[in-house]
Nanobody
Framework: QVQLVESGGGLVQAGGSLRLSCIAS????????MGWFRQVPMKQREFVAA????????KYADSVKGRFTISRDKANNAVYLQMNTLKPEDTAVYFC????????????????WGQGTQVTVSS
């Protein structure tokens, strides 16, 4: 099992920046990758970004390419999401996720989830 705890959400004006953090504990040595998803009320949870745990490969949703950067610190079992040039449509609860095997980038492809952190971007 892997436990995930997110932090760093908050309220920011459009055009601003926020950095989300996710700390993993437990069976982290077996993780394949970690990612970020987001969800707004009445909509499905959507993929934002992912990064390999054993290798540095990254993947981004088209909606955040060029604005968001995912990174990891294996020594501290941490993954980060640097969010720049934020837009009101980025407002959502952001979830950290992890999995033990490769797959697609849908929520059901991930095994472990954090509780989420709210990001609100005002116009």
């Amino acid at each position: 099992q892997v436990q995930l705890v997110e932090s760093g959400g908050g309220l920011v004006q459009a055009g601003g920046s926020l950095r989300l953090s996710c700390i993993a504990s437990g069976r982290t040595f077996a993780m394949y990758d970690m990612g970020w998803f987001r969800q707004v009320p009445m909509k499905q949870r959507e993929f934002v970004a992912a990064i390999g745990w054993t290798g540095p490969s990254t993947k981004y949703a088209d909606s955040v390419k060029g604005r968001f950067t995912i990174s990891r610190d294996k020594a501290n079992n941490a993954v980060y999401l640097q969010m720049n040039t934020l837009k009101p449509e980025d407002t959502a609860v952001y979830f950290c996720a992890a999995r033990d095997y490769s797959g697609n980038y849908y929520p059901h492809d991930y095994d472990y989830w954090g509780q989420g952190t709210q990001v609100t971007v005002s116009s």
